[in-house]
């Protein structure tokens, strides 16, 4: 049995892991942590893999705090930047554990950011949209730059130029943000869960690659899987494509 420790239990999505990891045949919850609870040797209760769905503020210090009680960790809380990447690396590898970021757990949506870097060097123009229910606490979503980023490496590898846009005026911020060179734009509206739309476009023709997860359980497989395998690596490892193999 792996045992798991879930910091953002009593969140939405902490709640969500609890259940799935309490349902899962090969794993145990033995400790459900929260804010304000600290996050110690003794609270993590022989923990080997700790799930964490806190807050983009909290997450850091929460992962360096998981690696210091001596567990691996998997962790689904956005907001990351490549400085704090890059000090979770240097902590994990320091420690000898291991640690999964991931700014996507569900598989459809993993499965769409690796189809849109397969389809980037054969198209002029992409852009990605990312639409969320009102309580996110953070835009473009962790998955939209993931995206962007993929489509923006595999246009460079294959020696394109930037996209075509004639827009000289925008005082308002609507062509949207710009990752890497590639126009995200972000929709918070009441009803939604979490969906993105990659748009990729040549003359004459478009494509356009939609995931949606309707409810937070579509999250889980994904969860559940990169507890299974985030022991035995060391480091940090971003994305769970890199565990899927793709």
Known sequence: MI????????????????TAVT????????????????????????????VDF????????NVHALLDAGVDVV???????????????EHAEAAGR???????????AVLAMTFAAMAAPYFESAEVIEMHHPGKVDAPSGTAVATARGIAQARA???LGQMPDATEMDELGSRGGRVDGVPVHAVRLRGLTASEEILLGNEGEQLVIRTDSFDRVSFMPGVLLGVRRVSGRTGLTIGLDKVMGL
Do not use: C, H
Not at 25 to 31: F, K, Q, T
């Open 157 to 159: 590898q294959a020696g």
């Open 3 to 18: 045992r798991v420790a879930v910091t953002g239990a009593k969140g939405r999505m902490g709640s969500t892991v609890v």
């Open 98 to 108: 291991a640690v999964l970021i991931a700014p996507n757990f569900a598989m459809g």
């Open 75 to 89: 962790v689904g809380t956005t907001g990351w930047t490549d400085e704090s990447y890059a000090r979770v690396r």
């Open 54 to 61: 806190s807050l983009p503020s909290v997450t850091e210090a």
């Open 23 to 50: 349902g899962a045949p090969d794993m145990e919850v033995v400790a459900q942590l929260d804010a304000g609870d600290p996050i110690t040797k003794k609270t993590v209760n022989g923990a080997q893999v700790a």
